[in-house]
């Protein structure tokens, strides 16, 4: 039976077609439709796959079918759908695909049914597979990767679609013009929120993604968050007669979604308390009983849960006291919690549960011209966003993203107080990017000074302990990629683009798996070598995994390092002998 531990051989099986449909693409001067828009599709199937009760094996396939579904357009464009589907008939039959016969056919009719005509309520008689929920599902998903990503440097193609392509500038502008996609789920219903800017031009996506929903049985409203070109949060002067308290993740994307949502939440009316538990969110148990389950919420109106993970073994005293506390409006938006079982357990003691990619992970609604870049800059923040963002950001907002990183690291270092934290938010909401920008050479400069000792197994570097907070590995473990240098004959591809790195801790030895690309296009996510588990967190890129003695990280780290290295034909026998 497939299963998505073999997925790395759909995604590796799809690279050349969706590379040659991105040449297609562009060759028309159209949006994105390479590698990169299979990868988004992917993502965005993965969120939809947790808001239906799947079988493990039908969020498999429609995942699958998620990365394949374009390979078409590598011959056309007009009936890439019903390429797609001949293609995964004839790479399974050769074997290039891990799909037996019916799961082969299942994906195929998912690929032909991506777009035109299909049967919604199409169940598979052999297998029970709900191939037409599943069409609507990746239907769907398609139809969602509509944001501004699509767009690559549209402004340095822009005289070329205006000369010889005119047709292809409403469909640039429309994405342009979106800035990102996020459900809302709660015990009353699900709804689609986008936020968009200009109507006019988004106007387009906005159709094509309306009809998509009418044609499929699933029939969520969609909520429109407009963007104000003005400075709303100076403009609009209201009493502030409500509280809220914004709990937050001490990381950089958690600082950032903390102050965007202070800003909306104060713009509408709220004093804004926010609780950054600096000492204890690496350790979530930690954080919920230090911070959270004595807090008296007799006077709050409103909580918000940013980058929260709940552990299953204090579920019960969370959820009991929420049910305590049900005259507050609660708000959970994180990336950890995203299988359907979560979200039913969630939404069902009444949170309003945020799911979405790293830039739309806040709360509120009240959109002003300046929490536009900042999501950006949220995004950018997290390190898995990295590969589906790829050139939509600018030198100041990356800037911005590890100047921040400095800041934090900074308060941390001197032992600083919560409220040295909140200033720090402060600044974020008063938008003082200067002051993030000038902290970026230092940044530059610790990332360096921090560089550890390593081992080289192949593609993988192993490193030594670090003498910096595990929340800032990741730009260290990146320098050392880069340092590493390129492959020789391909100078599209880091050397040797994997990372691990462990620590003791009171809970076992916690790894760090970790992976980074100069192509995206060719990015093979760490998630596809490490072998998946219920307490994994983390995405594409990055992913943290605690074992519960030394012994058995050691022999997950070889596994690891072997399935890497025999993936690309790396000649590595060394193991890890010691830690």
């Not at 709303?232 to 990381?251: D, G, R, T, W």
């Not at 032992?415 to 940044?443: H, M, Q």
């Not at 990629?481 to 030895?509: A, C, M």
Request: net charge negative; glycine share 4%; aromatic share 10%.
């Amino acid at each position: 039976m497939y299963t998505q531990t073999k997925e790395v051989q759909v995604y590796q099986a799809s690279l050349p077609y969706m590379s040659a449909a991105k040449e297609l693409a562009s060759s028309m001067q159209m949006n994105d439709h390479g590698p990169l828009h299979a990868q988004r599709v992917h993502s965005i199937t993965k969120q939809l796959s947790s808001l239906f009760p799947l079988t493990d094996h039908e969020q498999s396939l429609v995942m699958a079918s998620a990365l394949l579904h374009d390979i078409g357009m590598a011959k056309n464009r007009e009936e890439h759908h019903t390429v797609s589907s001949d293609l995964v008939l004839d790479m399974s039959s050769k074997g290039e695909l891990p799909f037996d016969e019916d799961e082969a056919k299942i994906v195929a009719k998912l690929c032909e049914w991506h777009r035109k005509e299909y049967e919604p309520a199409r169940v598979c008689e052999k297998t029970g597979v709900r191939v037409g929920l599943l069409a609507s599902i990746l239907r769907l998903a398609d139809g969602m990767d509509l944001d501004y990503r699509r767009s690559d440097k549209y402004e340095t193609r822009k005289q070329i679609v205006q000369q010889f392509h005119g047709t292809q500038e409403k469909h640039h502008l429309s994405v342009l013009n979106i800035l990102a996609l996020r459900f809302s789920i709660s015990k009353i219903d699900t709804r689609i929120e986008l936020f968009m800017n200009l109507y006019d031009h988004a106007s387009l996506q906005l159709g094509r993604l309306v009809d998509e929903m009418i044609n499929t049985p699933i029939s969520w409203p969609i909520q429109i968050i407009p963007v104000h070109e003005r400075n709303y949060y100076q403009l609009v002067e209201k009493e502030k007669n409500k509280n809220a308290i914004i709990f937050s993740y001490c990381n950089p994307h958690g600082a950032v979604s903390a102050a965007i949502s202070k800003r909306q939440l104060e713009s509408n009316g709220f004093n804004c308390k926010v609780v950054f538990g600096y000492d204890h969110t690496g350790y979530a148990p930690k954080f919920w009983q230090n911070y959270f389950l004595d807090w008296d919420f007799s006077d709050v109106d409103l909580v918000a849960l940013l980058d929260l993970h709940i552990p299953n073994d204090l579920e019960d005293q969370i959820f009991k006291k929420i049910k305590e506390n049900s005259h507050c409006h609660w708000i959970c938006a994180s990336v950890l919690e995203t299988s359907n079982s979560k979200i039913e357990k969630l939404s069902s003691v009444g949170l309003n549960i945020l799911v979405g990619d790293e830039r739309a992970l806040f709360a509120g609604n009240s959109m002003d011209s300046l929490i536009v870049d900042w999501m950006k800059i949220a995004g950018l923040c997290n390190f898995d966003d990295h590969l589906l963002s790829a050139t939509s950001f600018g030198e100041k907002e990356y800037k911005i993203s590890r100047g921040i990183r400095y800041a934090l690291w900074e308060l941390m270092e001197t032992k600083a107080g919560n409220e040295n934290y909140v200033n720090l938010i402060e600044k974020i909401v008063a938008d003082e990017r200067s002051y993030f920008i000038e902290k970026e050479p230092l940044w530059q400069k610790l990332v360096e000074e921090k560089l550890p000792n390593y081992q080289k197994y192949g593609r993988v570097l192993m490193l030594e302990k670090i003498d910096i907070p595990g929340r800032f590995i990741y730009d260290i473990a990146g320098r050392l990629v880069e340092k590493q240098g390129l492959v020789p004959y391909d100078n599209n591809e880091f050397s040797t683009p994997f990372v691990i790195y462990w620590r003791d801790s009171s809970r076992g030895t916690v790894v760090l798996y970790f992976s980074r690309f100069v192509n995206t296009s060719k990015a093979y996510p760490v998630r596809y070598f490490v072998p998946q588990c219920d307490e994994q967190v983390g995405n594409n890129s990055t992913i943290w995994q605690t074992y519960s003695s030394k012994d058995e990280a050691i022999a997950k780290i070889n596994e690891v390092i072997k399935r890497i290295n025999n993936h690309f034909k790396d000649d590595c026998d060394k193991e890890v002998v010691e830690l």
